[in-house]
């Protein structure tokens, strides 16, 4: 038996189509048209190219005096390394009686560590996050309320942006999360775990973006930004102390949790800290746009301008593609027997992201930015 291959991630597998056994140790490469479903080349187009253009994007801030962009760029890869091999093998870190195994990734074009790390995947870290802060950044509310109330709304454009994907990837087997597995992946909402929603698509990513700010975002003795290898202590102790801010989310829950976890109880209190990343982000989000001089300073990047609402498209495609299985889908399973997502929950985060980026472009600005443009 290879190794990392037990009898549930060979029945994951096997449900997505190819055999744990049969991999490649460190890199894999298969042609676009021998994936699994139509929509796999195409989801890796969008995000490997929204992460060459977010890290366009960030050289230039860079190089225009701001380091945050490509700090966050480069932590959220730290945090990637931190985090993802464990999830896939928890048996190398004695974490199996922790966590079990949780999930597996299909086959894409380009894989790593086994299969099980997709290159779209190392791709997706920097993108969700330059997305979401760049989002923020250019409403002004970094700049006028600081790196915490920024961080909250982070974590509710992070929300709202990475559930449009979370929802629909189950079902077009992009990845396969372990049905057996009753200590991380229940409660869940309709195929998709709430701590998953909760920890990984909110918590941590702001929790990335406060850190960043804080190590990364300051001046140098010189009064100058940080730059150069004074970064990359900031960056690599950014990524490192995300997990445990996660873990620090993830308490309340764990509360009814152990031997005979209280899966209702653990769904309350999830659900709560959901409502309360919407509601929060929202109510910062409203009242910085209803304050007055809101951040007329703050420009509005090729990458802020563009890339969300094409994140957004590109997502709603493949959502348009599932609609037919997901509407013929009987007990949340299709015909095809993958299980499907919530739809209203998705629905919901394309409107509020929908919202949030026309709050973006509708901003105007009285005088174009002096300092750093994008």
Known sequence: MSA?????????????GFDCHDVAPVVSVRAPWELAHWTMPLLEVLIIGGAVFAFVHAVRRYRAGDPVNLALWWTSLVYLFVTEPPLYFPEWFGLDRL?????????????FMGDRLPLYIVAFYPVISQLAYELVRSLGIFARRGPVAGAVVVAFACQVFYEVFDQIGPQLKWWAWNPGNHIV????????????MLLFASVSMAAMTYLVMRLAGGRARDGG????????????????????????????????????PDTTAQAWVLGVELALVWLAGAWIVVAHLRSTGRGTDEPLSAFGRYYPAIYLCGLAVCWIGALPAYFGAHDGVTRDGTPIGSGPYALACFLAAGLLLAAQHAKRFARPAASVTG
């Open 99 to 111: 966590y079990g195994f949780i999930f597996a990734h299909n086959q894409f074009t380009v894989q």
């Open 225 to 260: 930004p940080r730059r150069g290898w004074a970064l990359v202590p900031r960056v690599l102790v950014a990524g490192v102390l995300t997990p445990p801010a996660m873990a620090i989310a993830g308490i309340p829950a764990s509360l009814f949790g152990g031997d005979h």
């Open 4 to 16: 990392g291959c037990g009898p549930e991630v060979e029945a994951v597998t096997r449900g997505l």
């Open 185 to 196: 992946n229940h409660p869940a909402l309709a195929s998709v775990p709430m701590t998953s």
